[in-house]
T-cell receptor, first 112, second 115 residues
């Protein structure tokens, strides 16, 4: 039973445009959501997070939106840069929990 | 501030062997979590250690075991290796209780190949 899903395995976007990555979850007990970026041969790098008491969190070019009723979150990258080309993972956690549950990842390619 | 480090980077073993992977947590972090990432999938939680005690376990068999030391570094041991154990093993460290919950920071991983 996959509790966190990223339904788009890949995304291609032109440099300077917006990248929108989507993530759906099924477990209503999740309270905290995170996005990680992963380059080949490296571990995931934390990007941005949001708690369930908010619907938006912004950090520079990265914004995460949370729709609790739809059990859906998205990551917006504006403007996209070639260095953003990587695999992006959505992850979820319960409050005071001990484990992250990850989606399968979305590979983003930003074309110059 | 030193980040999470893992050793070795790569490892090749044969079926039935045993392996030990090592992780040093980020400075000031007392919690270490281990994840297995199979090719083309997201990381899956193996277990977590907090102050040298196991603090939660995922759906992995008992041949996956771990330790945490007083300096918060950690080991992951896998006995009786199987071909399906071939994966990237990731270690993450965190500090529980900071803000609302803790953010886990990952090391570069150990690539294990079982032949």
């Amino acid at each position: 039973d996959q509790q966190v899903k990223q339904n788009s395995p890949s995304l291609s976007v032109q440099e300077g445009r917006i990248s929108i990555l989507n993530c759906d979850y099924t477990n209503s007990m999740f309270d905290y959501f995170l996005w990680y970026k992963k380059y080949p041969a490296e571990g995931p790098t934390f990007l941005i997070s949001i708690s369930s008491i908010k619907d938006k969190n912004e950090d520079g070019r990265f914004t995460v939106f949370l729709n609790k009723s739809a059990k859906h979150l998205s990551l917006h990258i504006v403007p996209s840069q070639p260095g953003d080309s990587a695999v992006y993972f959505c992850a979820a956690m319960r409050a005071a929990g001990n484990k992250l549950t990850f989606g399968g990842g979305t590979r983003v390619l930003v074309k110059p | 501030e030193t980040g999470v480090t893992q050793s070795p980077t790569h490892l090749i073993k044969t079926r039935g062997q045993q392996v030990t992977l090592r992780c040093s947590s980020q400075s000031g972090h007392n919690t270490v979590s281990w994840y297995q990432q199979a090719l083309g999938q997201g990381p899956q939680f193996i277990f977590q250690y907090y102050r040298e005690e196991e603090n939660g376990r995922g759906n992995f068999p008992p041949r996956f075991s771990g330790l945490q030391f007083p300096n918060y570094s950690s080991e992951l041991n896998v006995n009786a290796l199987e071909l399906d154990d071939s994966a990237l093993y990731l270690c993450a460290s965190s500090v529980p209780g900071r803000e609302w919950t803790d953010t886990q920071y990952f090391g570069p991983g150990t690539r294990l190949t079982v032949l």
